[in-house]
């Protein structure tokens, strides 16, 4: 079995299972925690929870006025990346194939251009976080171990996507299994590290909502 073989086969398979595995051992244990509960008499006006949840989860899609200037690049630099890889991953004619042979479904691909443009985009916006990570006092100060493995394997398909696609560096099978690779290893991790926020983030702000709506805070 060569490398291509043992990537797009093995690896892949031992990797989805472990990512579908995984994310559902944590959404499991998140919705088995007992429900906080508030005897009181929710405020005036307070919204239903169910609002109150939706509320929190979209308005914290762009930060409070207050802290808006300061947490500029952050915001669209976060925004930049997260956009430029559901491009990358949602619109690319190979993964939308590849995505077909598991469910079924299938839509139009954008250029090849339009992707690999969105594929540098997104690499030099990681590239620019880590960099504001290393200058910054405070998330420097914050910052642990997940945070650079999460990133490394974030950054590390889109940059070895972007080798495949240009064929630098080898022979094509070879890059190409690199990349698979490197998905492989970004979904093992996925579930056990800080990426699985891409779920939990509704969890967290719609609790949060429902909480400073009942006692009449605004959020």
């Not at 880590?130 to 405070?138: G, I, K, M, N, Q």
């Not at 970004?186 to 509704?202: E, N, Q, R, S, Y």
């Amino acid at each position: 079995m060569d490398l291509l073989s043992f990537s797009r086969g093995p690896a892949l398979t031992v990797a989805m299972a472990i990512f579908v595995l995984g994310v559902l051992w944590r959404l499991v244990g998140v919705l088995s925690l007992p429900a906080w509960r508030d005897d009181s008499a929710p405020r005036e006006g307070a919204p239903p929870a169910w609002l109150a949840a939706l509320q929190a989860i979209f308005s914290k899609m762009i930060p409070h006025r207050t802290f808006l200037k300061a947490g500029m690049f952050t915001t669209v630099n976060g925004y930049v990346f997260h956009i430029g890889l559901a491009i990358c991953v949602f619109a690319f004619a190979p993964h939308i194939l590849f995505l077909k042979s598991l469910f079924g479904l299938s839509w139009p691909a954008l250029p090849n251009g339009v992707i690999y443009a969105a594929g540098v985009l997104t690499a030099g916006s990681l590239l620019a976080a880590l960099a504001y990570r290393l200058t910054s006092p405070v998330l420097k100060l914050i910052s642990r171990g997940d945070d650079y493995i999460s990133w490394a394997l974030t950054f590390l398909p889109v940059v070895t996507g972007l080798a495949a696609a240009a064929h630098l560096g080898a022979r094509y099978e070879t890059l190409l299994a690199i990349h698979i690779l490197s998905i492989c290893v970004f979904l093992i991790w996925f579930p056990f590290g800080k990426l699985m926020h891409a779920f939990l983030f509704v969890f967290s702000r719609g609790a949060t909502g429902i909480r400073f709506r009942h006692r009449g805070a605004q959020l």
